[in-house]
């Protein structure tokens, strides 16, 4: 199954080079307006040409897309709205002949209300073992008209919705911790964890490389469902609130009853076993939004998961001090258990980070931007600082993580008309949060063309900015200084040099603003202040802004040759 120019070698995921695709707006090759496998498949090789390693494919499976289909039906087939298993197997064929690795999402906190387990556990009744399935419970009043608990749902509005029993009258409610679409499994349940091995067995038997485990942190929820009131400033799907330092938690959200709760890591032992029954390495990777590292390492010892999203450097704003240490607290976190530190700065889930470095807002995340939001931010700045913090995260050892569209510098969309607007979020907070429909536009691939090539229609799901025929593929493929050429710089250079499975060695500081480390053979400076500074000697091998002289200009990163004493 495996193509033979896949890149060999143990634990390929530690030092690769994720890219994350989103099926609905990646590329759409039957003109319908929504993305799909084949358009996928279709545009591969420019994602050879940028130079991953592996690709990870947000949900394709059969769902009614109330939340953009991370709410499945069918955890083991395709949505004809993105092709068929067929499609899917080409796909996986094609990224592995260019030697591509192809990790698919798994959503195991719930399903979709739709799927055929939650319709029989609805149809069989209280007391009954379908029910048990998933987490129902009695309402308390005097009638049961009040539900089991205070809890909210990520996406805003009550996390219980009362059911309606076969004869009409109101019987128990079930929780769903994000829409009332996405009923929450009990994993308590060991017939649950059956179906979660078969599902995993269904794609590693058609030779997936890994999966990325969709709320990570939520499966076990702690006895008797206590109440809870999260803190206003929290993040929603737990961590800390953005407003604090990296590695300093806040105290709520470690004792949260649905976040983190300890069973969940026996869940992934029974897990790491099955992947491992499988020939060639394959990758666990944790949505995880635990605080403080420390405690989110626990994900990735060694018996468990291999990878975890560092949801802490994402939050990060670009300023050196406050970069140089959590860059520490990530390595020294994951480097107690034996594993790779990750890094990430976008996904489907939060603002771009070509908008969310230069807004001036707090606590953004999972909140969206749009026309109303206060401290938009400055475009060119926000761009500026993108291409500096990527070039920053791809010289880091271990492995990263892009979000289609980053390359080409895509800032957040964020005048999507309120008609176009898809997010549950949006419309559970009845507008009061924008959402993450901004960073879901499907991305331009040539300028010219209608949809700017998304399509082979005319149509894209979202509408896309006009401003992005500038930023089309086509327009900076080739262009010396595009953020494309940046990209594929930074990534043909991480090889050559070994970045990814080199060391962090702090230099003596270049002011405040500044940051400076060596990894083996490369130096690397980032500029996150005003003013310009001098750099060091060596000579220059990518840097994020154009030099004057040895000058590095605010709001910039470069890497030079490492002279050696
Ligand atoms: C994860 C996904 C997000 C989804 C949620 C519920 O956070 O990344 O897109 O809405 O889980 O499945």
């Given at each position: 199954m495996t193509g033979t120019k896949l890149i060999s070698g143990a634990e390929w995921w530690r030092t690769a080079v994720i890219y994350q695709i989103y099926p609905r707006s990646f590329a759409d090759a039957n003109g319908d307006g929504m993305g799909d496998l084949a358009g996928i498949s279709s545009r591969l090789p420019q994602l050879k040409d940028l130079g991953i390693d592996a690709i990870w494919l947000s949900p394709f499976y059969t769902s009614p897309q109330r939340d953009a289909g991370y709410d499945v039906s069918d955890y083991c087939d395709v949505d004809p709205l993105f092709g068929t298993l067929d499609d899917f197997e080409v796909l996986q064929r094609t990224a592995h002949d260019l030697g591509i690795r192809v990790i698919v999402d798994i959503v195991p906190n719930h399903s979709s209300s739709d799927h055929g387990w939650f319709q029989a556990a609805l149809a069989a009744g209280p007391g009954s073992e379908e029910r048990a399935r998933y987490t129902f419970r009695d309402g308390k009043g005097k009638v049961g008209?009040?539900?089991?608990?205070n809890w909210e749902s990520v996406f805003g509005g009550p996390a219980w919705t009362r059911t309606t029993d076969p004869d009409g009258t109101p019987g128990q409610w079930y929780l769903h911790l994000f829409d009332t679409s996405q009923p929450d499994f009990d994993w308590d349940s060991e017939w649950v964890r059956e179906q979660f091995r078969a599902v995993l067995r269904f794609w590693l038997d058609r030779g997936v490389d890994g999966f990325r485990v969709d709320v990570a942190h939520g499966m076990i929820k702690a006895p008797g469902l206590p109440d809870y009131t999260p803190p206003a400033e929290g993040g929603s799907m737990g961590g800390?609130?953005?407003?604090?330092?990296?590695?300093?938690?806040?105290e709520s959200p470690v004792t949260a009853p649905y976040w983190a709760q300890d069973g969940v890591h026996e869940i992934y032992r029974d897990w790491h076993k099955v992947l491992a029954e499988y020939p060639g390495d394959r990758v666990l990777a944790a949505e995880a939004w635990v605080d403080p590292l420390s405690k989110m390492a626990k994900w990735v010892r060694p018996d468990e998961m291999h990878q975890a999203f560092n949801f802490a450097y994402l939050e990060t704003p670009w300023n050196a001090a406050k970069l140089k240490s959590v860059i520490d607290e990530s390595i020294e976190a994951f480097g107690n258990v034996g594993a790779p530190s990750t890094w990430v700065l976008s996904n489907h889930d939060v603002v771009r980070h070509a908008s969310r470095l230069a807004l001036?807002?707090?606590?953004l995340q999972g909140h969206g931007i749009g026309p109303k939001t206060v401290g938009l931010p400055n475009t060119a700045v926000g761009l500026r600082r993108a291409r500096a913090a990527s070039a920053l995260m791809l010289s880091l050892p271990g492995s990263s993580y892009l979000y289609q569209g980053e390359e080409l510098g895509l800032p957040e969309a964020v005048d999507l008309p309120d008609y176009a607007r898809e997010d549950p979020t949006w419309f559970r907070t009845n507008g009061e949060r924008y959402g993450r429909d901004g960073c879901r536009v499907p991305i331009p691939w040539e300028a010219a063309s209608a949809s700017f090539g998304f399509s082979?229609?005319?149509?894209?799901?979202l509408p896309q900015p006009i401003a992005w025929a500038g930023l089309a593929r086509d327009q900076q493929n080739?262009?010396?200084?595009s953020t494309l050429e940046l990209y594929k710089l930074a990534l043909s250079l991480r090889r050559e040099h070994s970045l990814a499975s080199g060391t962090v060695e702090w230099l003596e500081s270049l002011g405040s603003d500044v940051m400076a480390y060596r990894n083996g053979d490369v130096t690397i400076v980032a500029n996150t202040g005003a003013a310009s500074v001098q750099l060091p000697a060596g000579d220059v091998l990518l840097a994020s802004e154009d030099l004057v002289g040895r000058t590095l200009p605010g709001d910039a990163t470069a890497w030079l040759r490492a002279v050696t004493a």
């Open positions: 008209e009040l539900p089991p608990n800390a609130p953005a407003t604090l330092e990296p590695g300093i938690s806040a001036t807002g707090e606590n082979t229609g005319a149509q894209s799901w080739g262009v010396a200084g």
